[in-house]
C-alpha cells in the first residue's frame, strides 16, 4: 500500500538510473539559479541590460513583471527538468546539456559584463558558482555510462 503513497513514490525517487552526482548537481544548478534571479533582480537587471529589458519587455510592459514572470517559469521548468532526471530513460540528458552551457555562458557572459563596466553588476556575484557547476556537470555528463547486466 505504501507504493501508491506519496512516501512510496518518493521513496522509488531513489531508483534512478543517472547516477546521484547529476542529481545533486543539477538540483544545486536550479537552487543557485533561483538565487542568481533574486540577485538580478535585487540589481533591476531589466533596467540595466539591453537583453534583459528586451525579454522582459517581451512578456509585459512593466519590465520588473515581466522579469519575473521570466525568473519564475524558468525556476520551474529547471526544477521539472531535475525530476525528469529521475525517469527511467535517458531523454532529460540533452535538457541537462542545454542548462549546462546556458550557465556556462552565463557566468562568462557576467564576468565580461563586469570587467568591462569596472564594477560589480546584477548576478556577478552568483555567476561564477553557476558556472563551476555547470562545469561540473559537464564533467559528469561525459563519463562513460557503466550497464549492469541482469
Not at 543557485?32 to 525579454?55: R, Y
Not at 519575473?68 to 535538457?95: C, E, G, H, Q, Y
Not at 562568462?108 to 563551476?132: K, N, Q, R
Request: proline share 5%.
Amino acid at each position: 500500500m505504501i507504493e501508491n503513497s506519496l512516501p512510496g513514490l518518493l521513496a522509488g525517487l531513489y531508483f534512478w538510473r543517472m547516477n546521484k552526482p547529476i542529481h545533486i548537481t543539477f538540483l544545486l544548478i536550479a537552487l543557485v539559479q533561483g538565487l542568481h534571479s533574486a540577485e538580478e533582480f535585487i540589481g533591476k537587471l531589466w533596467d540595466v541590460f539591453p537583453p534583459a529589458t528586451f525579454l522582459s519587455g517581451l512578456v509585459s510592459a512593466n519590465l520588473k513583471t515581466g522579469f519575473i514572470i521570466i525568473n519564475i517559469s524558468l525556476f520551474i521548468v529547471l526544477m521539472l527538468t531535475w525530476l525528469a532526471t529521475f525517469s527511467k530513460n535517458d531523454s532529460v540528458r540533452p535538457f541537462l546539456w542545454f542548462w549546462s552551457i546556458l550557465e556556462l555562458i552565463n557566468g562568462i557572459g557576467h564576468s565580461v559584463w563586469a570587467i568591462t563596466e569596472g564594477s560589480y553588476t546584477p548576478g556577478l556575484a552568483t555567476a561564477p558558482v553557476l558556472f563551476i557547476l555547470a562545469v561540473n556537470m559537464l564533467s559528469l555528463l561525459t563519463k562513460p555510462v557503466h550497464k549492469h547486466a541482469i
